[in-house]
């Protein structure tokens, strides 16, 4: 009876043993996923280049350079003076191509700068009949409109400050006004004489520095100096009792402070980023 109890256990276990090997084989091994591979893009730069507008205001200091005029004896005067200071404001539309270049086209007006100089000739005096030198008062005065095409180098920005270099190239239409011609008392030509003052274009050119800086994406405060030279022509006409005239000018100089604003469109957008590409590997059973 001992026996067979005994074998009756051995069953048992032998029994158990398989059915768990069994179950075991059903199961199998955990099944391993591989965690899904992302290919993240590189992050592409803000979007550069594009348009802008502009708008300045300004204070120059004007050199004048000279003038020359025929006399009725054939002389050759020399006018010879100082313009005043003047104000000036203007605008313009020019595009970005890249960080460092860009280009607009300006149009300026610069207010009227009053002008008073003289001429030295000669005058024939009251009493004795005597041709001597004689020194004239000239007063006048001039305003110019001023189309440039203008180039820029950007140099770099440094926090929110952008130092810049430019030049540019155009003309300019200035007008002179009636130039007032006045001989003191005592000689034959004592009075004021009036010519008529000039119109016309001129060829201009200027050289900028200054800089920039950022108020937002989209809008920059501009600050800086230029330089302006308007070639010379034709200041005033021929005047009829004096028998002078006609005057030409050497032309003008100006040292200009300037400050403006810029808004470029589109200056806030940024390249768009591709949607991430997501792999996901075929399941891995162990």
């Known amino acids: 009876m001992k026996h067979a109890a005994t074998k009756l256990a051995a069953s048992a276990a032998i029994l158990f043993t398989l059915g768990a090997a069994a179950h075991a084989a059903d199961l199998g091994d955990p099944i391993v996923i591989e965690p899904p591979v992302y290919d993240v893009p590189e992050a592409l730069p803000a979007k550069i280049g594009g348009w802008y507008i502009r708008g300045d205001v300004g204070y120059g200091w004007n050199k004048f ?25 203007g605008g313009g539309v020019g595009y970005h191509f890249n960080h460092f270049l860009r280009a607009d086209l300006t149009l300026d007006h610069s207010f009227k700068s009053n002008f008073h100089g ?18 004239s008062s000239d007063t006048t005065g001039f305003k110019a409109w001023t189309l440039l095409a203008n180039a820029y180098v950007d140099l770099g920005t440094y926090g929110r ?78 005047e009829a009792r004096s028998g002078t005239g006609v005057g030409i000018d050497r032309g003008i100089d100006s040292h200009e402070v300037r400050a403006g604003m810029r808004y470029k469109f589109g200056g ?11 792999y996901h590997p075929t399941p891995v059973y162990k």
Request: proline letters at 5%; one cysteine or more.
């Open 161 to 238: 400050i952008t130092p810049y270099v430019g030049a540019g190239i155009g003309g300019a239409r200035v007008t002179w006004h009636e130039l007032t011609n006045s001989i003191g008392p005592g000689f034959d030509q004592s009075g004021d004489y009036v010519h008529e003052g000039a119109t016309n274009w001129r060829f201009a050119y200027a050289a900028m520095a200054g800089a920039s800086v950022d108020i937002t994406c989209n809008l920059a405060a501009d600050v800086g100096y230029r330089y302006k030279r308007i070639s010379g022509n034709e200041m005033f006409g021929y």
């Open 65 to 89: 350079r000279g003038a020359d005029y025929m006399t009725p004896t054939g002389f050759n005067g020399f006018l010879e003076g100082k313009l005043k200071e003047s104000f000036s404001v």
């Open 268 to 278: 806030c957008k940024t390249a768009a980023l591709p949607e991430p590409v997501v």
């Open 118 to 135: 003289s001429t030295t000739g000669t005058c024939t005096q009251l009493v004795t009949g005597t041709v001597v030198p004689c020194t």
